[in-house]
């Protein structure tokens, strides 16, 4: 029996030693599949932005703002409004790119007056659930007009890879 046993520990040992000698570093059998997320019309072309990029089973989504499709400011002076087309256009872009707001896992949110901060709480409340994604808000100086008052970009898990746990 103890010579069975060491035949196959050897059998074993020689078949692992093999196999290792094949095997490539991870790096070498496996790319990340990085594609850019696009949307139709893209009013950020003109400034040789991307929307975001798709890395694998991540999203990365650049800031959004309050633009409409021709990449007109709307809502100036209008916080709420601003608040709901930034969100809006985020949640476009995700959609592109195989996600939604349920899965975003992290987001920078960038306002030009941090008095408005009573009103993100109301607003992550509306447009995410719980469990509800980490979150850095920053009162910024200016954004990319001076009209413009918040500003949200977003890391998201894509749709099929999503699996939550509480």
Do not use: C
Not at 132 to 152: K, N, R
């Amino acid at each position: 029996m103890k010579a069975l046993f060491v035949i196959l520990v050897s059998l074993f040992s020689i078949h692992a030693f093999a196999q290792s000698k094949n095997a490539k570093p991870a790096s070498q059998n496996s790319k990340v599949k990085i594609t850019q997320i696009k949307i139709n019309p893209d009013p950020y072309q003109p400034f040789r932005l991307a929307q975001g990029y798709r890395v694998g089973n991540l999203l990365f989504i650049s800031g959004q703002t309050a633009v409409d499709d021709s990449a007109q400011l709307i809502g100036i002076g209008d916080f709420d409004k601003q608040a709901a087309k930034a969100f809006e256009n985020l949640e476009k872009v995700l959609k592109a790119g195989g996600s939604g707001l349920k899965n975003v896992v992290k987001v920078t949110i960038m306002l030009k007056d941090m008095g408005n901060f009573k009103k993100i709480v109301e607003l992550r409340g509306k447009y995410f659930k719980a469990p509800y994604p980490a979150d850095t808000i920053l009162e910024v100086s200016s954004l990319f007009s001076p009209d413009a008052l918040i500003e949200i970009e977003a890391v998201a898990v894509t749709d099929e890879a999503a699996e939550w746990q509480q």
